[in-house]
T-cell receptor, first 114, second 111 residues
Framework: DAKTTQPTSMDCAEGRAANLPCNHSTISGNEYVYWYRQIHSQGPQYIIHGLKNNETNEMASLIITEDRKSSTLILPHATLRDTAVYYCIVSTHFSGAGSYQLTFGKGTKLSVIP | EAQVTQNPRYLITVTGKKLTVTCSQNMNHEYMSWYRQDPGLGLRQIYYSMNVEVTDKGDVPEGYKVSRKEKRNFPLILESPSPNQTSLYFC??????????FGEGSRLTVL
């Protein structure tokens, strides 16, 4: 069963903010939300992750709703190089013991338009 | 530089000819994993390893073997490749709850 639901594709104008939604209504209390992206056929690249607070780094911001059932990845000023498939994943946070897995769905194909 | 290195990057082979795709990481990561990616199916996990001598099946392990004799290496073995194993393969590693680092991919064609 898919743990996350993302739109298949989205367009964004260059220079504008790209807002990529993700639904994860069955997320459990110890699961984090991770975002990765894959440019063409390169290896996926980590973007950001969070538990319940909003997070920001040099690449993006992650907004998680209070009930944690959905989140939004924000690329503040999209460039052509941000054209990629973006994956939203929920997973437990491995910390030296137990099992940890990242299951990739089909993601959202973001096209940044000039 | 932190990296995951896969070899070969491209390979064309024939049905039944055993092959190994190597994966090596230089970050002392405990966790390593293999994925395959096919059009329309996304990334699917083949096998993973939590540490040396500890491996487990992912979602699509049929037709593959792995070994983890050293922490840095996690080779993927296709004992008798078949055309349905034509795919783009990725190796990845991580430490604890940190991000997953991926290799550049190995594109395999089985004729």
């Amino acid at each position: 069963d898919a743990k996350t639901t993302q739109p298949t594709s989205m367009d964004c104008a260059e220079g504008r903010a790209a807002n990529l939604p993700c639904n994860h209504s069955t997320i459990s209390g110890n699961e984090y939300v991770y975002w990765y992206r894959q440019i063409h056929s390169q290896g996926p690249q980590y973007i950001i992750h969070g538990l319940k607070n909003n997070e920001t780094n040099e690449m993006a911001s992650l907004i998680i709703t209070e009930d944690r059932k959905s989140s939004t990845l924000i690329l503040p000023h999209a460039t052509l190089r941000d054209t990629a498939v973006y994956y939203c994943i929920v997973s437990t946070h491995f910390s030296g013991a137990g099992s940890y897995q990242l299951t990739f769905g089909k993601g959202t194909k973001l096209s940044v338009i000039p | 530089e932190a990296q995951v290195t896969q070899n070969p990057r491209y390979l064309i082979t024939v049905t039944g000819k055993k092959l190994t795709v190597t994966c090596s990481q230089n970050m002392n990561h405990e966790y390593m994993s293999w994925y395959r990616q096919d059009p329309g199916l996304g990334l699917r996990q083949i096998y993973y390893s939590m540490n040396v001598e500890v491996t487990d099946k992912g979602d699509v392990p049929e037709g593959y073997k792995v070994s983890r004799k050293e922490k840095r290496n996690f080779p993927l073995i296709l004992e008798s490749p078949s055309p349905n194993q034509t795919s783009l393969y990725f190796c990845a590693s991580r430490a604890g709850g940190r991000e997953l680092f991926f290799g550049e991919g190995s594109r395999l064609t089985v004729l």
